[in-house]
């Protein structure tokens, strides 16, 4: 969610809702898994259940209409979500940092018409001649 993708403001908003439904449903399904497989909850893996539910979505929706094969796949997926467990690290302290590094690219400011040709961040860089391998 780091990257909104809409420009209005009542889209962007409803983009926003639309990550905490996904958000809410994931650890739900993550809630299912630990109850009805005795672990626990804090220990399930996030990332680990959103992989597990996008790779189930695609075999659930090659079982077409048929509950019990859906059912089954639905077991399938909950006892392999609780099985991907985080281990226990006690004392372990992980600072936040961004991982998305900023792009080597000018902003667009204006219309693209308005922009023109930017020049190029690198301009010193790139006029000096290159030198000779000796």
Same mark, same amino acid.
């Given at each position: @969610?780091? !990257?909104?993708?809409?420009?209005?403001?009542?889209?962007?908003?409803?983009?926003?809702? @639309? &990550?905490? !439904?996904?958000?809410?449903?994931?650890?739900?399904? =993550? +809630?299912?898994?630990?109850?009805?497989?005795?672990?626990?909850?804090?220990?399930? $893996?996030?990332?680990?259940?959103?992989?597990? !539910?996008?790779?189930? /979505?695609?075999?659930? +929706?090659?079982?077409? #209409?048929?509950?019990?094969?859906?059912?089954?796949? !639905?077991?399938? =997926?909950?006892?392999?979500?609780?099985?991907?467990?985080?281990?226990? *690290?006690?004392?372990? $302290?992980?600072?936040?940092? /961004?991982? *998305?590094?900023?792009? #080597?690219?000018?902003?667009?400011?204006?219309?693209?018409?308005?922009?023109?040709?930017?020049? &190029?961040? #690198?301009?010193?860089?790139?006029?000096?001649?290159?030198?000779?391998? $000796?």
């Amino acid at each position: @969610m780091d !990257v909104l993708r809409c420009l209005t403001p009542a889209m962007i908003e409803r983009e926003i809702r @639309m &990550h905490f !439904v996904a958000y809410n449903l994931i650890r739900c399904v =993550m +809630q299912t898994a630990a109850l009805t497989h005795h672990t626990e909850l804090r220990r399930v $893996s996030f990332k680990g259940t959103l992989d597990t !539910v996008r790779q189930f /979505v695609n075999a659930a +929706q090659g079982a077409g #209409n048929r509950p019990k094969t859906i059912a089954a796949l !639905v077991d399938e =997926m909950l006892h392999t979500i609780a099985l991907d467990l985080v281990p226990h *690290r006690p004392g372990r $302290s992980e600072p936040r940092a /961004v991982k *998305r590094r900023p792009k #080597n690219h000018q902003r667009l400011t204006r219309p693209r018409r308005q922009m023109g040709i930017l020049p &190029h961040r #690198n301009t010193a860089t790139s006029k000096r001649p290159k030198q000779a391998l $000796s």
